[in-house]
Every structure is written in structure tokens, then in C-alpha cells.
């Protein structure tokens, strides 16, 4: 394969793949140099909307949140809107939430240039299924507050975000090596917030919850670790967790995301790799805005400069392919049915997409709506948000 990808038309017609199933896929509009870390929501009137954050590279201030919508019965997404504009941050990691009283909510954090460890959370909130929205305002103002999975409401009418904290050494830059994972946990509806800490979460982010058939609320991590993807249960409304405890499933320390679907199954999709065979590893995620002039690239045995307590470090780098699909019928413990939605090499030693170099895929969403159509979007080559839709017996095929 090239070292350099091929451009993509983001043109967001939908398109049926020629293999004799229920394949449809599209680029969604933008007009973004850089385009990652979509999410998806499937609103009640069949409408679609995905919001992801685009820009000229993750972490410079150029970066902002982006909103497009495929109305249902439409073969084309919308032309992209943007939703935040701060001059002085790097806007990322949107999702939305449609609350139980049909409002609609945009949360997603904004950093200084390069500083994952200085995040906020902002939001704004929309009455009108997200055509207009209101007042940008403040969630969350601890530095280093991240989030990227949407906000579940438990059955006793809790509101519950997992956020994950970006823990800098005193000294040092952020690389992910402290990184720790929580839950906020409201009881008015997003007034105020109480936090409770997953045990033994270092390394452990992303952290996606389900309610599952039981009663029992499943959460799945991504690992910085680049290992495994971690698992962790919780019986009382979220406010305890067991210790994070790995999968057998592969983590690249790239996200995940996985979905309860209608019949009671879970999807997962993710990159179905890991760092094992790595011969190469990156400094940090920022490390091509960061330090311009040192070298991006180390051997996969050179050491950063702090490890955790049991000696390991955040790998940055390893491949972000293929884009794989699973299902489990038994609530997450194994995962029997897998299918690759796409294939490639998944080069990720670089953020960059002026030149067309990444090739990754990466940061997917999946969701059904209730006609039982999977939807699912994620990062393509970082140019574009690609969309693909399916069927469960497509996965199971």
C-alpha cells in the first residue's frame, strides 16, 4: 500500500455496496481538512444526526464541533453545521443526548493547544431536535475532565456520564500514563452532579455504558495500555463499580463503542487490534504540535518518561484497523460473532491530514433505530467521517 492516502469525496449520498446484502455506506459533508471522533444519535421522528470535530489537526485551536443530519427517508446528509467556535481552544469529543423531555443536549471539551490535561466540558442544549441550540456553557471546569461516550438514564431516573480524568505529573506532559475514569451521576435532570470513582480504572477510559436485560449496568474500556479492552460491572445505579478486569477482546488505545440492540444482543465496534507486535511506537498523541523539532517516531521499547506503578506506559501508535464489528448474546462475556466493516493497515503514527498520511480508522458510534437497522460512523484516513449502515444478520453473516 501507498504511504500516503487517497482523497475522499465527501459528497454524503448514500451508496449500496455491491455484495448482495443490506450494505449501505457514505462520506458525510465536510469541508474540514481534519475530521474525528464522531457520535451518533437516532432521534424519535427516524432522523439520524452525527457530531464529530473537525479542524486542520486534533489539539490545535482551529478545531470545532460539527453537526450533520440524514432525515429519514433521504438518500444524502446534510451539509455540516458548525456548533462551537472558541479561538482559544481545541474543541473535541462531542455527543449528544436526548434527555426525557425531548431536549437535546451537545456536550464535548475544549483545551488549550496540545493540553489534553486542561480540558473542560462544555454543552449546549437544543428544543427543536437540534436545528437551533442555545448558550454555550460549563459543565465540568476541573482541568483535565474528558468525556466521549453519551450520558444513560438509569431506571430510576438518574442521569449517569462517564468522564475520564487527563492526570498530568508535576513536571511533565500529558501522555495518558494517569489517566482514571469516574461517573457523574445527576438526580435533577443536569442541575448538579455527584462523582464516583471506578476503582482501580488506571489506564482504563472511554468507559461506555449499557443497562442490561438484568438490571446490571455493563461498562467497556479502551485501554492505554494497548492491550486488552477492560470490563467492569456496577448493581447499584452506578455508584459502585468492580475493578476494571481485561476482555478477550484486543484494544489499540483507540475508542470503542457498543450498543444494547432491540432484541437484547449488544454490538461492539472497535479496531480488533492491539500493540502485541508493534515494532514501532509514537510519543504522545500531541507529539507533532507539541515538539515540532523532536523525533515522532521511537522503538516500541523505548521508554517515555514516567511509567504507573506497575511499570507500563500509554502506547501510542499502534494501528488502527480493522473496523470490526461483534456481537454478544450473553451480556458482554463473550463476543462469538465478528465482521470487519473495513480493512487496511491502519497507519497511525501521524495525526496528519493536510498531507494524507494517516490512514486509520478509528473513534466509531453505533446505534439502532428501531426499524433494527444498525448505523454506525467512525474516522476514515482522519478526512472524513465515514457512515455505514447494516443489519444484525449482516454482522452475523
Not at 36 to 49: C, I, Q, W
Not at 137 to 166: A, H, K, M, S
Not at 200 to 218: A, F, Q, R, W, Y
Amino acid at each position: 500500500m501507498s504511504n500516503q492516502s487517497t482523497s475522499i469525496v465527501a459528497d454524503g449520498k448514500l451508496k449500496m455496496c455491491p455484495d448482495g446484502l443490506e450494505h449501505v455506506e457514505a462520506y458525510i459533508p465536510s469541508d474540514c481538512i481534519q475530521n474525528h471522533a464522531s457520535n451518533l444519535l437516532v432521534l424519535d421522528n427516524g432522523d439520524l444526526l452525527c457530531t464529530w470535530f473537525g479542524g486542520t489537526q486534533e489539539g490545535i485551536a482551529d478545531i470545532h464541533i460539527y453537526l450533520s443530519r440524514l432525515k429519514k427517508g433521504q438518500k444524502e446528509w446534510s451539509k455540516a453545521v458548525k456548533l462551537s467556535d472558541d479561538p482559544t481552544r481545541s474543541e473535541q469529543n462531542p455527543i449528544l443526548f436526548r434527555a426525557p423531555d425531548n431536549k437535546l443536549w451537545l456536550l464535548y471539551t475544549a483545551q488549550k493547544s496540545g493540553n489534553q490535561d486542561t480540558a473542560i466540558v462544555r454543552y449546549r442544549i437544543s428544543e427543536d431536535e437540534g436545528y437551533s441550540w442555545g448558550p454555550i456553557e460549563t459543565l465540568f471546569d476541573q482541568p483535565g475532565t474528558f468525556i466521549r461516550q453519551p450520558i444513560v438514564v438509569l431506571d430510576n431516573g438518574d442521569w449517569l456520564l462517564p468522564v475520564f480524568y487527563c492526570i498530568t505529573p508535576p513536571g511533565q506532559k500529558w501522555t495518558g500514563n494517569k489517566d482514571i475514569s469516574a461517573v457523574k451521576i445527576s438526580k435533577d435532570q443536569g442541575e448538579s452532579w455527584e462523582e464516583y470513582e471506578v476503582p482501580n480504572s488506571l489506564g482504563c477510559v472511554h468507559m461506555n455504558i449499557e443497562k442490561l436485560d438484568d438490571g446490571t449496568l455493563l461498562a467497556l474500556f479502551r485501554s492505554r495500555w494497548a492491550d486488552h479492552i477492560y470490563s467492569s460491572r456496577s448493581t447499584d445505579y452506578g455508584k459502585t463499580w468492580s475493578e476494571p478486569i481485561p476482555t478477550q477482546l484486543p484494544n489499540n488505545n483507540s475508542s470503542i463503542q457498543f450498543t444494547k440492540l432491540n432484541n437484547g444482543d449488544l454490538a461492539l465496534v472497535f479496531n480488533n487490534m492491539n500493540a502485541a507486535n508493534c515494532t514501532e511506537r509514537r510519543l504522545s498523541l500531541y507529539d507533532e504540535i507539541e515538539d515540532e523539532e523532536d523525533t515522532d517516531i521511537l522503538p516500541a521499547n523505548q521508554d517515555t518518561p514516567e511509567k504507573d506503578d506497575e511499570g507500563r506506559q500509554a502506547f501510542w501508535g499502534a494501528p488502527r484497523a480493522p473496523m470490526t464489528v461483534a456481537i454478544s448474546e450473553d451480556g458482554g462475556r463473550t463476543w462469538p460473532y465478528k465482521k470487519d466493516i473495513e480493512i487496511g493497515d491502519g497507519y497511525a503514527m501521524t495525526n496528519n491530514s493536510k498531507e494524507k498520511l494517516n490512514r486509520e480508522y478509528s473513534y466509531p458510534s453505533i446505534k439502532q433505530s428501531a426499524d433494527g437497522k444498525v448505523h454506525i460512523a467512525f474516522t476514515y484516513f482522519r478526512q472524513a467521517i465515514k457512515y455505514v449502515c447494516v443489519s444484525e444478520e449482516f454482522i452475523k453473516f
